[in-house]
Structures are given as structure tokens and as C-alpha cells.
């Protein structure tokens, strides 16, 4: 299949997909005269890089893997996993972080609507002008 084709079944661009090739994320491809020919390995490696930058990879970060895959003649498998136990590590801590964000973010809530409901408003307004008064 030519690039057109594969970009049309990935999703992606030509010009995504010539990227691939450079940062060798996927091996160059045969050609027929001038034009790329990829192939279903072509497919299945532009899937799992679209899939992986979906989970929040970068192409840079998969980078390492092409080179131990290169160095290797294997797919680094192990390399892979850590790198996606290290990814789900990160997202963990950030959903903790946005957990405490919530419980803060209703506290806040809480203590707005206690301070400024009908009749706490008045009272809170009074307090304020005469502790907070620089003239």
C-alpha cells in the first residue's frame, strides 16, 4: 500500500508518517520506483504509536525503544513495560493530585457558601470594615 492508503487507515498524516520513518519509530519501507510500498507491519507499528501517544506518550519518549530494538535485533519488550508502569505511575500520582484538588476545591465551596449565605453575609461585612479599616 502507498502512503496515502496507510494514512487513511491510521488516522494519520503522509507527513506524520514520514516522521516515523525518520525518527525510525517504523522501518523505511521498500519501494516501488519513487513511491514508499508499506506493508501490514507498516499498519500494525503506526497503530501502536497512535495508541501509545494516546496514552500520553511522546514521540520522543519511544525513541529509546527503536534504539534497544535496533541494538537488540528484538523488541525490548521488558523496556516497553517499564516505561508503561512508569507512565501509569505518573498518571496515578496526577489523579492523587487531583483528588486533593476536589476535597480542597469543596472545602472552599463550603466555607464560601457558610460565609456568604443571607444572613452570615451582613455580619461578615460589618467585621470586615471595621478590622480591616487603613485609613
Do not use: W
Not at 7 to 32: F, V, W
Not at 53 to 70: D, H, R, S, W, Y
Amino acid at each position: 500500500m502507498f502512503i496515502g492508503r496507510l494514512a487513511r487507515l491510521t488516522g494519520c498524516t503522509p507527513k506524520a508518517i514520514r516522521l516515523y520513518e525518520q525518527m525510525g519509530l517504523i522501518p523505511e519501507p521498500d519501494r516501488h520506483g519513487r513511491y514508499r510500498v508499506y506493508t501490514a507491519h507498516h499498519l500494525r507499528l503506526v497503530h501502536l504509536i497512535r495508541r501509545a501517544q494516546v496514552a500520553g506518550f511522546k514521540l520522543a519518549e519511544m525513541t529509546p525503544l527503536i534504539a534497544a530494538k535496533n541494538k537488540l535485533n528484538a523488541f525490548p519488550l521488558a523496556l516497553a513495560n517499564e516505561a508503561i508502569d512508569l507512565k501509569r505511575q505518573q498518571i496515578n500520582e496526577k489523579i492523587a493530585e487531583f483528588r486533593a484538588l476536589d476535597i480542597h476545591l469543596g472545602e472552599l465551596k463550603s466555607e464560601i457558601n457558610s460565609l456568604f449565605e443571607s444572613g452570615a453575609a451582613a455580619t461578615f461585612h460589618r467585621e470586615e470594615s471595621s478590622a480591616c479599616s487603613d485609613r
